[in-house]
């Protein structure tokens, strides 16, 4: 009887602890080093992206930066991926604010979705905003779709 029991438990702790890591793929979907948004509008911006991750497996991390470390924004996304996201398929969107640039990274299945033609979609969306916060929003909605 109490073989089954431990059997029991260690099945139900695996269980558990493959939905954890299921779950938590991304950490942060906001990355804002510059305080540009409030803590509800990244939280509202957050919601929007991890809603967007577990719905179509796909993360969308956008950030907000304005230091690459001599890096383009470009090999900044690249060099970024790994540690903003564990998922396989994902987008990591930064806009160097103090260039005025901005560049993307897709890694997995994000690549298909996110061809260049649709991300450019998303960043005449973002630039048409007159916010950070409204074009932040913009992205993630045209991500739903």
Known sequence: MTKKIIALFFALLL?????ISAAAYTEDYIVDTENIFTQSEISELSSQAQMIENTY??????????E????????FCETSYDALTDSPDGIVIAHNISEKVYSWYCAGQAEKIFTDAVVDNMMTLYDENESYFGGVKAVLTMSEN
Do not use: K, N, P
């Open 68 to 75: 690459t470390d001599g890096m383009s924004v470009t090999e």
């Open 57 to 66: 497996g796909v993360a969308v991390v956008f950030c907000i930066i304005s």
């Open 15 to 19: 269980c558990l602890s493959m939905m």
